[in-house]
């Protein structure tokens, strides 16, 4: 069922939260990842607040739907959006990076309650996410998959192995959200390596594709319940995103990928964002 406007003005406000919170604790740890994180918000958002089965009570609910970040860099939205939920609380956020913090720079599956996956090198995680989906099926376990993958991740082989192997094994557990933005660490996807026409080539492996836009979290959720109802093959989600979304100096850049924020910037995303807070 489509969202509410109601509701899609909650998911949107969470969305403004989440992205100033994330970029006061960039701020303030002097780290990255600002524009992976800001790219991926609404993707999180809709899946952890509105599709996902999860249980932060119950970290381990084995009828749990599992959110694999396989872009591991953006791990400070993942945890902003986790701590809302309720896996650990917020204030937790200020550790970032620190030493024996549960939020290390890359998501860790051993030690931060709500992570189902140890990420960081890119490509690993479609293969991980299709071996939970399959051990799920022989389980007898109704819950879906959802790998979250960044653009530029595509370079890496496994990710096609993954794709192949998926389709033969008709993973209709599996989805596939590609955080389309265009834009990787060194450059765009076209300079570093050109994608070409992606929807056809997840077609050609065999996966349903359905594309829409990343930030609306209405075409979002639309997209989510289209994939969800795809038999007998996995479906990817091509969703276009812009890589540092909502702060108009990172947008497009990758030079944002990485790099911390300093006090002047801090200030200006902080006018753009408190901004949006009214939109
Ligand atoms: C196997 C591997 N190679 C290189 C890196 C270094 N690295 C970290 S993020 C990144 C770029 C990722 O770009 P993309 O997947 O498009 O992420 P997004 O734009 O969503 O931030 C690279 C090359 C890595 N983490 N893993
Ligand atoms: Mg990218």
């Given at each position: 069922m489509?969202?509410?406007?109601f ?6 406000k969470?969305?403004?939260k ?11 740890r ?11 918000c609404e993707?999180l958002?809709?899946?952890?607040f ?9 970290p381990?609910?084995p009828e ?6 396989t872009k ?8 902003r ?5 309720g896996?650990f ?6 550790t970032l ?5 549960r939020?290390?720079?890359?998501p ?8 189902e996956?140890s990420?960081?090198?890119?490509g690993?995680g479609?293969s991980?996410?299709?071996?939970m ?13 959802y790998a ?13 192995e ?25 450059g ?5 390596m050109?994608?070409?026409?992606l ?17 609306d ?5 639309d997209a989510i319940?289209?994939?969800?109802a795809?038999?007998g093959?996995?479906?990817v989600?091509?969703a276009h ?13 990758n030079?944002?990928?990485?790099r ?5 910037e ?10 949006g807070?009214?939109?």
């Open positions: 489509s969202l509410s406007a509701r899609q003005e909650e998911l949107k969470l969305c403004r989440f992205r100033i919170d994330v970029i006061e604790t960039l701020h303030a002097q780290t990255g990842h600002p524009g992976g994180s800001l790219s991926v993707i958002t809709v899946l952890y509105e599709k996902a089965k999860v249980d932060p009570a119950n381990q609910w749990r739907d599992r959110i694999v970040l591991g860099h953006a791990a400070p939205m993942l945890y959006v986790l701590a809302e939920q896996f609380p917020v204030e937790e956020m200020g990076r620190q030493m024996d913090s939020l290390q720079g890359h860790c599956a051993l030690s931060t309650p709500g992570v996956l990420t960081g090198p890119l690993l479609l991980a996410s299709l071996g989906a399959l051990g799920l099926r022989l389980s007898k376990i109704e819950s879906t998959v979250v993958m960044g653009d530029g991740e595509l370079n890496e082989g496994p990710v096609w993954a794709a192949m192997a998926a389709a033969k094994f008709k993973a209709d557990n599996l989805i596939a959200i590609v955080d389309y933005n265009r834009v990787q660490l060194d765009t996807t076209d300079e570093i050109p994608l070409g026409d929807a056809a080539k997840f077609a050609a492996f065999g996966w349903e594709v359905l594309e829409c836009d990343g930030h979290v209405a075409a979002l959720s319940d289209q994939a969800k795809v038999q093959k996995p479906a989600i091509l995103t812009v890589k540092g979304k909502g702060v108009s100096f990172m947008e497009g850049k030079i944002w990928h990485g911390p924020i300093n006090d002047q801090y200030e200006l995303a902080m006018s753009e964002l408190r901004g807070e009214h939109a």
